[in-house]
T-cell receptor, first 116, second 117 residues
Framework: AQKVTQAQTEISVVEKEDVTLDCVYE???????LFWYKQPPSGELVFLIR??????QNEISGRYSWNFQKSTSSFNFTITASQVVDSAVYFC?????????????FGKGTKLSVKP | DAMVIQNPRYQVTQFGKPVTLSCSQT?????MYWYQQKSSQAPKLLFH???????NEADTPDNFQSRRPNTSFCFLDIRSPGLGDAAMYLC????????????????FGDGTRLSIL
């Protein structure tokens, strides 16, 4: 069975604080992909990052960084020096082998509120 | 800019009255998806098209149907909406996956928020 756990339902921080969003996954597949999506209040999901199971290199993009550790089945997302515009729901997702196109299993999301 | 466009942004319908939501894309992606997202929940995949090949999720109610007349457009038809169908409906597109594993990022529209009276 595939499963994605985002244990933090809601996080509230003050602007300029660093914040880490946790994601733990379960899979029996040896090849899989992990994603993070951002859903601001306007509603559309915005793709942030994709990582495949063979690439454990951490990634940094501006204030965003991702830490992928297969040993703990985690793919955590850190925002450095948070800003009000970072306020959104963040979803971690895991790909699964299914049919011809596969499928995405989303976690329940973490709602991040960044206060000025 | 290339994008995924959903119309309308908000839709109100009556209990039991058929409703159609539309989605168009300029990305020329051959895979299109429809998700249902209820308040404070994760998106739930209803079905997807790989070109004209329709793939229904096992737990998608028969009340939900879809049409894809061409690459650019995809429609979600709800034949007899019930109160439980009130939700945000998200359309997404992607390039085709390789090896049956979802390895491509999905590009989402703004969603249509459906209310049932």
């Amino acid at each position: 069975a595939q499963k994605v756990t985002q244990a933090q339902t809601e996080i509230s921080v003050v602007e300029k604080e660093d914040v880490t969003l946790d994601c733990v996954y379960e899979t029996r597949d040896t090849t899989y992909y992990l994603f993070w999506y951002k859903q601001p209040p306007s509603g559309e999901l915005v793709f942030l990052i994709r990582r495949n199971s063979f690439d454990e290199q951490n990634e940094i993009s501006g204030r965003y960084s991702w830490n992928f550790q297969k040993s703990t089945s985690s793919f955590n997302f850190t925002i450095t020096a948070s800003q009000v515009v970072d306020s959104a729901v963040y979803f971690c997702a895991l790909s699964e082998v299914k049919g011809s196109q596969g499928n995405l299993i989303f976690g329940k999301g973490t709602k991040l509120s960044v206060k000025p | 800019d290339a994008m995924v466009i959903q119309n309308p942004r908000y839709q109100v319908t009556q209990f039991g009255k058929p409703v159609t939501l539309s989605c168009s894309q300029t990305l020329n992606h051959n895979v299109m998806y429809w998700y249902q997202q209820k308040s404070s929940q994760a998106p739930k995949l209803l079905f997807h098209y790989y070109d004209k090949d329709f793939n229904n999720e096992a737990d998608t109610p028969d009340n939900f149907q879809s049409r894809r007349p061409n690459t650019s457009f995809c429609f979600l038809d709800i034949r007899s909406p019930g109160l439980g169908d009130a939700a945000m409906y998200l359309c997404a597109t992607s390039r085709e996956s390789t090896g049956g594993i979802m390895d491509q990022p999905q590009h989402f529209g703004d969603g249509t928020r459906l209310s049932i009276l």
